[in-house]
C-alpha cells in the first residue's frame, strides 16, 4: 500500500511546467551557485498519472536549446530515444515495443509512461579544463552531493517533483547509474519521500514507489554496450535492475 495518497499528490501534466520552487524573488531565467548554472525551462513529457515515470538527470545541451526552438513533443530524450528504448526493453519493460509507438509515449495522450529530468529545469556544472558549462555527468552529478554549491537546486527539485508523486505511480527509472549519483540521489530521496528501502546496489523503495537506476542512454556513455549485453560491471548493474523491476 502506497504511502502517499493522490488527492495530495503532485500530478504534473504534459507540457511546459510553471514550477517556481527555485525561482521566487528571482528577475532572471538563470542562477548560479559556484559551478553550477540553473536555466529555467521546465517541461514534463506524456502521462500526469504515469505508472512508469522515466527521469534524465538534466536535459542535456542538445535537449537545452531544442527547447526554445523545436516542438515540445520532440524535446525530450531527442536523437537518444531509440538507444532509450533499448535501455528499458533491457530490463524488462516494454518487451516488443517499436520504437515508433515509442515516439507516441512522449505525446500529451500517453497513459502509461512519462519522461523528464530529475531536475526539471536544465542543470549544468562548470567543466574546469573547457572553462564551460556543460551537462555532462561528471560535471552535474556533484550537486547532488549535501553541502555542494547546487545542493539547493537538486534538492529543491526533488522535493517538489518526486516528494509526492500520483498514486498510479509504481515506479521510477533513473538514467545514471554510477556509483557516486546512486549514492547522491537516494540520499535526497530518502530525506524527501521518507521510509527507504533498499532493494539492491540499483534500487530502493521510498513512500511505496520503486526507485531504479540504469544505464544512460547518452551516446558518450562508454558503458552503454556492455550494459545491453551483460558484460563486466555494467552488466551487474543491469541485471540487478531487471530483477528488481520482476519482483516489484
Given at each position: 500500500m502506497k504511502l502517499i495518497d493522490q488527492t495530495c499528490a503532485n500530478l504534473v501534466p504534459h507540457g511546459r511546467m510553471a514550477c517556481d520552487r527555485c525561482w521566487k524573488n528571482v528577475t532572471t531565467n538563470v542562477q548560479e551557485a559556484g559551478p553550477f548554472r540553473l536555466v529555467r525551462d521546465p517541461g514534463h513529457w506524456g502521462s500526469s498519472t504515469p505508472s512508469t515515470l522515466v527521469l534524465g538527470v538534466s536535459k542535456g545541451n542538445t535537449q537545452s536549446n531544442a527547447f526554445a526552438t523545436s516542438h515540445f513533443d520532440a524535446v525530450a530524450f531527442m536523437g537518444i530515444r531509440g538507444r532509450l528504448l533499448q535501455v528499458l526493453q533491457t530490463?524488462?519493460?516494454l518487451q516488443g515495443e517499436t520504437v515508433t509507438a515509442f515516439e507516441q509515449r512522449f505525446c500529451r495522450d500517453e497513459q502509461e509512461y512519462a519522461f523528464a529530468s530529475v531536475?526539471?529545469?536544465?542543470?549544468?556544472?562548470?567543466?574546469?579544463?573547457?572553462?564551460?558549462?556543460?551537462?555532462?555527468?561528471?560535471?552535474?552529478?556533484?550537486?547532488?552531493?549535501?553541502?555542494?554549491?547546487?545542493?539547493?537546486?537538486?534538492?529543491?527539485?526533488?522535493?517538489?517533483h518526486l516528494g509526492k508523486l500520483p498514486d498510479a505511480t509504481q515506479r521510477v527509472v533513473l538514467l545514471g547509474n554510477t556509483d557516486a549519483y546512486i549514492e547522491h540521489l537516494r540520499a535526497v530521496v530518502g530525506r524527501s519521500r521518507g521510509s527507504l528501502r533498499k532493494i539492491n546496489d540499483v534500487a530502493y523503495s521510498a513512500g511505496g514507489v520503486m526507485f531504479v537506476h540504469v544505464s544512460h542512454p547518452s551516446k558518450g556513455n562508454r558503458h552503454f554496450g556492455a550494459f545491453l549485453r551483460g558484460e563486466g560491471i555494467p552488466g551487474e548493474k543491469m541485471r540487478m535492475a531487471r530483477e528488481a523491476i520482476k519482483s516489484a
Open positions: 530490463v524488462g519493460l531536475v526539471r529545469c536544465s542543470l549544468t556544472g562548470m567543466d574546469r579544463k573547457k572553462r564551460i558549462h556543460t551537462a555532462d555527468s561528471p560535471n552535474v552529478i556533484p550537486a547532488f552531493k549535501e553541502g555542494s554549491a547546487g545542493y539547493g537546486f537538486t534538492s529543491e527539485c526533488v522535493d517538489q
